[in-house]
């Protein structure tokens, strides 16, 4: 089986599908095999993908890309059914699909170590401590760590200095009209 479909370029293009196939016969009771629930439960998946790719707007731009991805998905799914398998899930409009979930299992041999407190460090010599010079004080002091000259304690007094006069010449003009 294979899936016509149209290019971008308009050109009919083809994509061959042998691992769909393969659930086909499998199904169908062509080619025996154990697994023959999950090839019937993986091709509900990928006629309800059809289904939803087809009913896309822009489905005939994007016909070979979605067919491509299902093929992976559905190689995923046989080939890898140890780390990928189907969930059905009831959308918001109240319907059950089928989705591909990805199954994470972690073996740990053995428990994780509990962490250690962090040793302290002793220095065999002792370090010097300088103490703060009376120059440092006085650079630290000056600076004041005021860098925009805007913010300065000074500055500051000056403008809610302004402000407020420019508040009472505001009600004084106020009650005039009044």
Known sequence: MSIEYTKSSGEPGVIQTPMIDKLVEIVSGKNASANRTLAAEILKFVAQKRAENEALPDFGVHAGGHHMMLNV???????????????????????????????????????????????????????????????????????????????????VAARVAAIEREAAALRASREQTE
């Not at 994470?104 to 002792?126: C, G, R, Y």
Request: a negative charge; charged letters at 30%.
């Open 73 to 155: 998905n559905v190689m995923a799914l046989w080939e890898h059914r140890d780390t990928f398998r189907l969930k059905t899930v009831k959308g918001q409009d109240g319907a059950e699909r089928l989705e591909m979930e990805r199954v994470i299992v972690i073996v740990m041999d053995e428990p994780l170590p509990t962490p250690k407190s962090a040793p302290t460090f002793e220095p065999a010599v002792p370090l010097p401590v300088m103490q703060v010079s009376d120059v440092e004080k006085a650079a630290v002091k000056e600076s004041d760590l005021t860098f925009d000259e805007r913010y300065s304690p000074g500055a």
